[in-house]
């Protein structure tokens, strides 16, 4: 099997829709490249998680930024997940109950204002980094950018999978698809960080393609551009 190298520092990131399978490709690249794979979904899941429990309104952004400063302590947030207090929570962030309220407080300036460093300190290593303002605000300068996204009957079709394979069988596609629609005008519409492709990052469209054409592409991209190395096909890397 062929090995890898590649460029100290490197930085991917990929931001799309939800259900447009970025994490599942920026899993499986973090895998193949050995770099570690951050999903900046997490920390709005997590400020939502933190406004649910403290019963803080997803509206009333002072209290959402003070609730965010007071954990940032006992906060950690790395490429297995988030941890808080030393407990990993990513299974109670990824409750569809805290999605909702994540799309509301990832809508408020203060709240990224309060997330931005963090999340370019711990990119500085190097790493794939996936979301919707990856490209455009989080690491504007990143050495790779990729917009992926698919249909949106495909994205929900793809939902609508997932949550059957966790054992939810209530949910149709079709009331997937008219949550999907409509989080998708609030994401791409909202004055703050929309969800927008960056000009310079490479859009791919994964309606019709497997996980592994995707990432045969995004393969085949970084090597192009010589951020990453074949290393049967070179001897030392300069
Ligand atoms: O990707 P996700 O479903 O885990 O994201 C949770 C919410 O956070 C979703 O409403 C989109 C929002 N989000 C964002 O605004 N910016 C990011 N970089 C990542 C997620």
Same mark, same amino acid.
């Given at each position: 099997m062929k090995s890898i190298q590649t460029i100290p520092g490197l930085r991917i990131a990929i931001d799309g829709p939800s259900g447009s399978g970025k994490g599942t490709i920026a899993k499986t690249l973090g895998e193949f490249l050995q770099l570690p794979v951050l999903d900046t979904g997490l920390l709005y899941r997590f400020v939502a998680w933190r406004a649910i429990n403290s019963a &803080?309104?997803?509206?009333d952004e002072e209290a959402l930024v003070a609730l965010l400063q007071s954990s940032q302590k006992k906060l950690v947030w790395n490429c297995e997940g988030i941890f808080f207090g030393g407990n990993k929570c990513n299974a109670e962030l990824r409750s569809e109950a805290v999605a909702a309220v994540a799309s509301s407080v990832a809508s408020l300036q203060g709240v990224r204002r309060a997330l931005l460093s963090l999340q370019q300190t711990v990119a500085k290593a190097g790493c794939i980094m996936d979301g919707r303002d990856v490209g455009t605000v989080v690491l504007p300068d990143a050495e790779a950018k990729f917009f992926l996204t698919a249909s949106q009957r495909e994205r929900a079709r793809r939902r609508w999978m997932q949550l059957r394979e966790k054992g939810d069988d209530n949910s149709s596609i079709e009331a997937i698809l008219n949550e999907m629609k409509t989080r998708d005008a609030r994401d791409a519409s909202r004055d703050i960080a929309p969800l927008l492709k960056s000009d310079d990052a490479i859009f791919i469209?994964? &309606? &019709?393609?497997?996980p592994d054409e995707v990432i045969d592409r995004i393969l085949a991209i970084l090597e192009r551009r010589k !951020? /990453? /190395? !074949?290393n049967n096909q070179v001897e030392t890397y300069p």
């Open positions: &803080t309104a997803p509206e469209d994964s &309606t &019709t393609m497997r !951020l /990453i /190395i !074949l």
